[in-house]
């Protein structure tokens, strides 16, 4: 299988929330990692307002971004990082219909909705 090219996703994280953070770092740490860009939504607010993302929608869920400028949100920004992962993309492939599922989308919008209101506690979210 030949590499992607360099950077062919740019994916938008919440690098103020612990998970997120190690989620994030734990792809990074992977073969395939050089062709995709990792941006901490919640330090980086030049770049988001350079591709148009509002930086509370950025923290909020993840998004991810291709060379195409197709956007990715939620579970699928998930499969876009997997499929550019030679260890996940087997994975991705074969489980697509888990992955696409409206359960998937369902359980991660409710993490979303549970995390979002503790990790703004205190003023700490992007105004």
Same mark, same amino acid.
């Given at each position: 299988?030949?590499? *992607? &090219? ?7 994280? +919440?690098?103020?929330?612990?998970? /997120? ?8 740490? @992977? ?8 941006? +901490?939504? !919640? @330090?980086?607010? #030049?770049?988001?307002? +350079? ?6 929608? !950025?923290?909020? #869920? ?13 579970? &699928?920004?998930? $499969?876009?990082?997997?499929? $550019?992962?030679?260890?996940?993309? *087997?994975?991705?492939? =074969? ?9 998937? !989308? ?5 993490? /979303? $909705?549970?995390?979002? *209101? =503790? =990790?703004?506690? +205190?003023?700490? /979210?992007?105004?």
């Amino acid at each position: 299988m030949d590499a *992607p &090219p360099s950077e062919s996703l740019e994916v938008f994280f +919440d690098g103020g929330c612990p998970a /997120c953070r190690r989620e994030m770092a734990h792809y990074r740490a @992977q073969p395939g990692a050089e062709a995709i860009r990792f941006t +901490d939504a !919640a @330090q980086e607010l #030049t770049r988001l307002a +350079d591709v148009g993302l509002d930086p509370m929608a !950025a923290i909020a #869920t993840l998004h991810a971004r291709d060379a195409d400028g197709t956007w990715h949100i939620g579970v &699928p920004a998930f $499969r876009e990082i997997w499929l $550019r992962l030679p260890r996940y993309a *087997p994975w991705a492939r =074969r489980f697509a219909w888990a992955i696409d599922s409206r359960a998937l !989308a369902w359980a991660y919008a409710v993490f /979303c $909705r549970l995390r979002l *209101p =503790r =990790r703004c506690r +205190d003023g700490r /979210c992007p105004a």
